[in-house]
């Protein structure tokens, strides 16, 4: 390791390096606190301080060191997340600033005069500032280690839901992004060309692009659907915003919300959304902020070869995101970055992506990316460069989704969309689909059972009901009348919930009863 550079990331090349690191490390600090809660970050914190973990390279340096932890100190006290790391950091402290079970002033002014850590110095003036409004918030107006824990245990609830609501508003941005892409769709979802788009509008206009007779319909379908692929992105954009009508995390009044309540509060048919609540929901301050940020999307990269599969993303036995990171940036697409340091930065930031989880990682024994989820983990690796960025007092720089954007394409005709009705659907009569092959799972034959009918919401229902040795034998060769029939009961048991929509459910059970019928 250069002794210019640390493990944790002290730069001593940068400009004015002491601020620079600082507000580098304290970067790191929120992230972790608004992902983790506080106990996380202050851990971060002691070890982004501690010469013997964070700062090897200027252990040694006596003016580096004291130049860093000053200027440490002072962007810790500037930020917010002062008073929640100041809170965790007095309840490591023991009997040492109690008196009588209780934390006091008193004891905790004794303890920061005989800090010498600027560091740690501030997290105790950090706790001073506060105590008065701890105690009056505390039952009896004791401050106590219970009273203390509950506050932290607060910071890791609010980390937990802000990881969701993250989560959820990049989902948004991802499946239902078109409506706010081309307002002309929203426009013609809405009854009578209205502002504001209902359930009912929803599956009055599915009906209209798939049975409608009338020449607007046609029309309709010329604009939104024309070929198959359009078809395909309309209809992705159709289930997400049914269900999302359905989605517990997604109701009216709830942070992130792209519904509001029309006021008779009986059931789902009385939410409703607006240009103005999609905005929101997906974290944007309007319609018009909206759509400039999902307009950007990525520039192509010139001489970046596309692959024609996602296959070379599927992860093997034991292997993670670390292994998938060097996989897909393997060193043939070094040339594609400013240097080797913005290569190995990239690397890293991948392997983070798919760190995250969510709905990336998830099909174990799938590929890894997906027609489904290319879409979010581009958004997800823009966040990573603008929080880089930020962090660094940087422009972004988006070389690596744009890298990713070119690498990894939309791939034509994926996912097929599943036809309106089950008409045409014809019977698996030799069940030459319904197979299970050597280390098969559910995952691939649920594919090969709904290859071309079933669209990928759908397609996991399918899934979730295929059970081994439960719902069917997992012997390689075709599925017995028993499994068959037990998959059945499985469909047939199934209920609506936020991942699976009433419409969804009531398709495959049809598509079932034709493709397998009973005996």
């Known amino acids: 390791m250069s002794a210019d550079k640390t493990d944790r990331g002290y730069d001593k090349t940068l400009p004015e390096a002491p601020a620079a690191n600082a507000r580098a490390d304290v970067a790191r600090v929120n992230e972790d606190l608004t992902t983790k809660g506080a106990t996380e970050a202050l851990t971060r914190l002691y070890e982004e301080a501690d010469p013997a973990k964070g700062l090897k390279?200027?252990?040694?340096?006596?003016?580096?060191?004291?130049?860093?932890?000053?200027?440490?100190?002072?962007q810790l006290t500037d930020s917010n997340v002062l008073p929640a790391l100041s809170i965790a950091h007095v309840k490591g402290l023991g009997d040492s600033v109690k008196e009588g079970g209780v934390i006091t002033p008193k004891k905790v002014i004794e303890r920061l005069q005989g800090e010498t850590d600027p560091v740690r110095r501030a997290l105790l003036e950090g706790f001073v500032k506060q105590y008065d409004q701890i105690r009056n918030e505390a039952p009896g107006r004791r401050v106590t280690d219970e009273v203390l824990q509950r506050k932290i245990e607060k910071t890791t609830t609010d980390a937990r839901d802000n990881v969701a609501l993250k989560q959820k508003q990049t989902k948004d941005q991802s499946e239902l992004g078109e409506l706010i892409r081309n307002p002309e769709l929203f426009t013609a979802i809405a009854k009578d060309g209205g502002t504001t788009i209902t359930k009912d509008d929803v599956e009055a206009f599915r009906k209209r692009m798939t049975e409608g007779t009338k020449p607007e319909d046609a029309a309709l379908r010329a604009k939104f659907a024309g070929t198959p692929e359009a078809n395909a992105k309309l209809n992705k954009t159709l289930d997400a915003l049914s269900s999302s009508f359905d989605a517990a995390n997604n109701q009216p009044g709830k942070k992130g919300s792209t519904l509001k309540d029309g006021g008779l509060l009986q059931d789902r048919w009385d939410h409703f959304m607006t240009r103005e609540s999609l905005a929101a929901g997906m974290g944007f301050e309007n319609p018009a902020k909206a759509k400039e940020a999902l307009d950007k999307g990525v520039k192509p990269i010139s001489g970046v070869e596309p692959v024609t599969s996602y296959d070379q993303t599927r992860l093997r036995p034991g292997q993670g995101p670390q292994d998938l990171s060097y996989r897909m940036l393997n060193p043939a697409e070094a040339k594609h970055f400013k240097d080797s340091k913005a290569f190995e930065t990239a690397r890293k930031d991948l392997e983070y992506v798919f760190r995250k989880g969510g709905p990336i990682l998830q099909d174990k024994g799938g590929a890894e990316v997906t027609a489904a989820n290319r879409e979010q983990i581009i958004k997800e690796i823009q966040a990573r460069e603008k929080a880089n960025a930020e962090r660094d007092k940087k422009p972004v720089d988006n070389t690596l989704s744009n890298w990713f954007a070119s690498k990894y394409p939309e791939i034509k005709g994926t996912p097929t969309p599943a036809p309106a009705?089950?008409?045409?659907?014809?019977?698996?009569?030799?069940?030459?689909?319904?197979?299970?092959?050597?280390?098969?799972?559910?995952?691939?034959?649920?594919?090969?059972?709904?290859?071309?009918?079933?669209?990928?919401?759908?397609?996991?229902?399918?899934?979730?009901?295929?059970?081994?040795?439960r719902t069917y034998d997992d012997k390689v060769g075709k599925l017995s009348d028993a499994s068959i029939d037990k998959v059945r009961a499985a469909i047939d048991a199934l209920k609506p919930s936020q991942r699976m929509s009433e419409a969804d459910i009531a398709f495959v059970k049809a598509w079932y009863a034709k493709k397998y019928p009973k005996a």
């Open 421 to 469: 009705t089950v008409d045409n659907i014809k019977a698996d009569t030799d069940r030459a689909r319904a197979t299970v092959k050597a280390n098969d799972g559910p995952e691939r034959i649920s594919r090969r059972m709904g290859e071309g009918e079933l669209n990928e919401n759908q397609r996991r229902i399918l899934q979730s009901t295929l059970v081994p040795g």
């Open 57 to 74: 390279s200027i252990a040694s340096d006596q003016n580096a060191q004291t130049q860093y932890r000053a200027e440490l100190a002072r």
